[in-house]
Structures are given as C-alpha cells and as structure tokens.
C-alpha cells in the first residue's frame, strides 16, 4: 500500500485540505488567516497598526508572568521590525511554538467544596463547528463560530456583556482578539482594532483580555486553549502572577481548526443558586 504524499502546509494530498485548499497555495495557519484578515483589514478599516497594539498589551502583561516565554515590553515598531511571516503578520503577530501541557480538576459544586482551593464554578458552555475548512467559510471576516458558542454560553449562564471582568481569547495570531471582542458582541464591527490600540484590554484598561501574554507571549504546545481556562480560573481565584483587581467573572473563547471551530465558557468564583 503506497502512502498518499504530503501537499502545502504538511496536509496529505488525499485529506479535505489537501484536495481542496493546499493544492492552491496555502502554507498552513499563517497564509490561511492572512487571507481572512486582509479581507477584514479591507472591510472594517483595521491597520496594521492596530494588529501590532495587540502584540504590544499582551506583553504588558506577560511582562510580569514569570513563566511566560516573553516578558520584555515591545512597541509597535518593534512588532514591524520583527521578521516578516506571512503578509501580515511578522513574527510577534504569531504565537509561540512551544512543548507545555495543563491539567484542571472538574466536580460537582458540593464536591468542590471540599478541596483546599477556591472553587471555580463553570456558570455556561457553548459550542460551534461552522465548516471543516477555512476556504469553505461563508464570510472569512468574522467567525460564526465565534458567535453562536458565545450566544450559548452568554444565554445559559444568564449574565451579560456587562457582568464579565475579564476576558480570555485564543489568540494564535494577532487578528484572533480582535475577531473575538467583535464576534462576542463586547465591542462592535471594525472597532475591535481600536478599542485594543486604545489600551483597554492592557492593565488598567476597562475589560482586561489575555492576562497571561497569551499564545502570543505566554506559551502556545497546539492546544492552547488550556492554558486560557487555566487563567481565567486563577483571575477568578484571585491568584494569577498578573492579578486584576476584583475578578468575579471571566469569559474563556476556544477556537479550533483555525478559527471554523469554537468553545465558549462563563466561570464565576460566585456559588450559582438554584
């Protein structure tokens, strides 16, 4: 039996992306997001500049993450100077490649209860697949994905946009939070850019996002989203090496198979009643 050979971006030529996106030039993640992201540059208005900003907050706050992989602040020109990727991410637009792993420990409420640990409670979960394949994607400029599992998690946990204090955001390029705070309704279309440029997901700013340095500073071993649970439970703990002030609820947004793929989670350190 012959073995189906590897096409663009390590896809076997006989796979769903092998046979219908490879073959016509894309070089896995970094040339399958640019081609969405530069139609959403186009449409919304978002810059480069704007690209960059979020590069430059996450760093603000791996910046005291002792055991992020980058921790030293860096400015825009410092984003633009780094190593050109794929048009347009350079390198600090893309997220690290790292070994790493995580665990967490789920129980019931009572159970919890318990452990020498504060107990976190998950308040609502929401799920979305939108396509297999990036090329098969109604609109590459937003993610439904994005949308229907956020709607999910926001409608089972029954608080609003209002009520979250922090926010965690897979962010395997630099274009992902600004997707994720426009598709989750914190912020509205072509305004996500701005409102990160504007320092407001940065310490101090009015809906902290990525306190860790995400998978852009932090770490990034390929299933990242993790590590954005694993956050989001020590803010609302109140023991995160980046500590936000007064964290009682934060909102975790997965994203898989590029971005067709999504899961959304509302954690509380608040006991939920019946």
Same mark, same amino acid.
Not at 4 to 15: F, L, V
Not at 59 to 67: A, D, L
Not at 264 to 269: F, K
């Given at each position: 039996?012959g073995?189906?050979?590897? @096409?663009?971006?390590?896809?076997?030529?006989?796979?769903?992306?092998?046979?219908?996106e490879?073959i016509?030039?894309?070089?896995?993640?970094?040339?399958?997001?640019g +081609?969405?992201?530069l139609?959403? +540059?186009? *449409?919304?208005?978002?810059?480069l500049?704007?690209?960059a900003?979020?590069?430059?907050?996450q760093?603000?706050?791996?910046?005291?993450?002792?055991?992020a992989m980058f921790?030293?602040?860096?400015t825009?020109?410092?984003?633009?100077?780094?190593?050109?990727?794929?048009?347009?991410?350079n390198?600090?637009?893309?997220?690290?490649?790292?070994? @790493?792993?995580?665990?967490?420990?789920?129980?019931?409420?009572?159970?919890?209860k318990?452990?020498p640990?504060?107990p976190?409670?998950?308040?609502g979960? %929401?799920e979305?697949?939108?396509?297999?394949?990036?090329?098969?994607?109604?609109?590459?400029?937003?993610?439904?994905?994005?949308?229907?599992?956020?709607?999910?998690?926001? =409608? =089972?946990s029954?608080?609003? #946009?209002?009520?979250?204090?922090?926010?965690?955001?897979?962010?395997?390029?630099? #274009?992902l939070p600004i997707?994720?705070? *426009?598709?989750?309704?914190?912020?509205?279309?072509?305004?996500? %850019?701005?409102?990160?440029?504007?320092g407001?997901?940065?310490?101090?700013g009015?809906?902290?996002?990525?306190?860790?340095? @995400?998978?852009?500073s932090?770490?990034?071993?390929?299933?990242? %989203?993790?590590?954005?649970?694993? =956050?989001?439970?020590?803010?609302?703990?109140g *023991?995160?090496? #980046?500590?936000v =002030?007064?964290?009682?609820?934060?909102?975790?947004?997965?994203?898989?198979?590029?971005?067709?793929?999504?899961g959304?989670?509302?954690?509380?350190?608040e *006991?939920? #009643?019946?």
């Open positions: 039996m073995v189906a050979r590897r @096409g663009g971006g390590g896809q076997r030529d006989n796979s769903y992306p092998g046979q219908f490879s016509y030039g894309p070089l896995g993640p970094p040339t399958l997001f +081609m969405g992201v139609r959403f +540059m186009k *449409e919304t208005g978002t810059t500049e704007q690209l900003s979020v590069a430059v907050a760093r603000k706050w791996s910046n005291k993450v002792p055991r921790g030293d602040l860096i825009v020109d410092d984003v633009f100077n780094s190593r050109m990727i794929s048009y347009p991410f390198l600090f637009m893309c997220c690290l490649v790292t070994d @790493g792993g995580g665990s967490l420990i789920i129980t019931s409420a009572d159970r919890a318990d452990f640990t504060t976190v409670y998950i308040m979960t %929401g979305s697949v939108e396509t297999p394949i990036v090329s098969q994607m109604y609109d590459m400029t937003h993610s439904a994905a994005f949308q229907t599992s956020s709607k999910k998690a926001f =409608e =089972e029954g608080v609003s #946009h209002d009520d979250i204090d922090h926010l965690m955001v897979y962010d395997a390029f630099a #274009h997707y994720g705070l *426009e598709d989750l309704g914190f912020v509205g279309r072509g305004e996500g %850019g701005a409102f990160i440029e504007e407001n997901t940065s310490p101090g009015k809906l902290p996002m990525n306190t860790n340095g @995400g998978g852009l932090y770490t990034h071993s390929g299933m990242y %989203g993790m590590y954005a649970i694993q =956050e989001a439970v020590r803010q609302v703990r *023991e995160a090496a #980046h500590q =002030e007064g964290v009682k609820t934060s909102f975790v947004q997965g994203v898989g198979g590029m971005f067709m793929a999504a959304s989670l509302v954690l509380t350190n *006991e939920p #009643h019946d």
